[in-house]
C-alpha cells in the first residue's frame, strides 16, 4: 500500500507550508485523484489518521475529489469518459484514442487560518 507514504509525504508538504506561513490551524487537506491513477481514495482516507498522528494536523479533515478519466478518439475527435463507457467512443465507436485527463494526482488546496 503506496498511499501511506503517498499521505506521509502530503503531511510534510503541508507542515511546511504551514510553518513557512505561521499558520495555527488546517481545516481540511483537499486532494484530487484521478480515477485511474495508481492511488485509491478509500486507502488515503485509512492512511490519513496514522500520517498526522502526533501533529498540528491530527484534527485536520482530509477530502478527495475523483477526477474523471477522459479520452479524446483519435477517429471522431470528440471527448469522453473512458471508464464509463469502457474505452468505446460513445459517438463513433472508435477504440482508439489519447487520455486527457485522469492519471493525476495534486494537492489541490490547504484551508487553514
Not at 1 to 21: A, D, F, P, R, T
Not at 55 to 65: C, F, G
Not at 93 to 109: D, N, P, R
Request: a negative charge; glycine letters at 8%; one cysteine or more.
Amino acid at each position: 500500500m503506496h498511499e501511506l507514504g503517498i499521505m506521509y509525504h502530503i503531511v510534510k508538504q503541508v507542515l511546511k507550508i504551514v510553518e513557512e506561513n505561521e499558520l495555527t490551524k488546517v481545516e481540511a487537506i483537499v486532494l484530487q485523484v484521478g480515477e485511474v491513477s495508481s492511488v485509491i481514495p478509500k486507502y488515503l482516507y485509512a492512511c490519513f489518521p496514522a500520517a498526522t498522528d502526533g501533529t498540528l494536523l491530527e484534527n485536520t479533515k482530509l477530502e478527495v475529489e475523483v477526477l474523471t478519466a477522459n479520452g479524446i478518439c483519435k477517429s471522431c475527435g470528440k471527448v469522453y469518459a473512458l471508464k464509463e463507457h469502457s474505452r468505446k467512443c460513445p459517438y463513433c465507436g472508435g477504440t482508439e484514442y489519447e487520455m486527457i485527463s485522469g492519471s493525476e494526482f495534486y494537492l489541490k488546496e490547504i484551508r487553514a487560518c
